[in-house]
C-alpha cells in the first residue's frame, strides 16, 4: 500500500501552466504504475494520464493529449503533471492513484486505489 498527498493546484488563468506533484509515502511505490483523474462538480471522476512503474508508456485521455505530460521519479517517491494551455473546462480537483502493473492500461477509476486528498485546480476564463 502507498499512502498519496497531491498538491500545486491553484488558480490560473486560461493559457497558463501548472504542475501538480504527487508524493507517496511507502516502500512499494516503484511497483505500481500511477495515474491522475480529475472530478469536476457535478460530474464523475475522469481518468486524465497514467504511466508504468518505471515511467514508460504513458497514455492520456483526448482531452488532454498534446497538453499534459506525465512522469514519475522514482527516487523521490514522486508522479508529476505538468499541464500547459490551460482551458477553463479543465477546472477540477485532481487526484493521483495507484494501479498494479497487471492491469496497466485501464482508465476505469475503480481499477486504481490508494487515492489522495486531491488539489484543486481553477481555470479563469
Known amino acids: 500500500q502507498v499512502q498519496l498527498v497531491e498538491s500545486g493546484g491553484g488558480l490560473v488563468q486560461a493559457g497558463d501552466s501548472l504542475r501538480l506533484v504527487c508524493a507517496a509515502s511507502?516502500?512499494?511505490?516503484?511497483?505500481?504504475?500511477m495515474g491522475w483523474f480529475r472530478q469536476a462538480p457535478g460530474k464523475e471522476r475522469e481518468f486524465v494520464a497514467a504511466?508504468?512503474?518505471?515511467?514508460?508508456?504513458?497514455y492520456y485521455a483526448d482531452s488532454v493529449k498534446g497538453r499534459f505530460t506525465i512522469s514519475r521519479d522514482n527516487a523521490k517517491n514522486t508522479v508529476y503533471l505538468r499541464m500547459n494551455s490551460l482551458k477553463p473546462e479543465d477546472t477540477a480537483v485532481y487526484y493521483c492513484?495507484?494501479?498494479?502493473?497487471?492491469?496497466?492500461?485501464?482508465?476505469?477509476?475503480?481499477?486504481?486505489?490508494?487515492w489522495g486528498q486531491g488539489t484543486q485546480v481553477t481555470v479563469s476564463s
Open positions: 492513484a495507484a494501479i498494479p502493473p497487471h492491469m496497466y492500461g485501464s482508465t476505469w477509476a475503480a481499477d486504481f486505489g490508494s
Open positions: 511507502g516502500r512499494t511505490f516503484s511497483n505500481y504504475a
Open positions: 504511466i508504468t512503474s518505471t515511467g514508460g508508456s504513458p
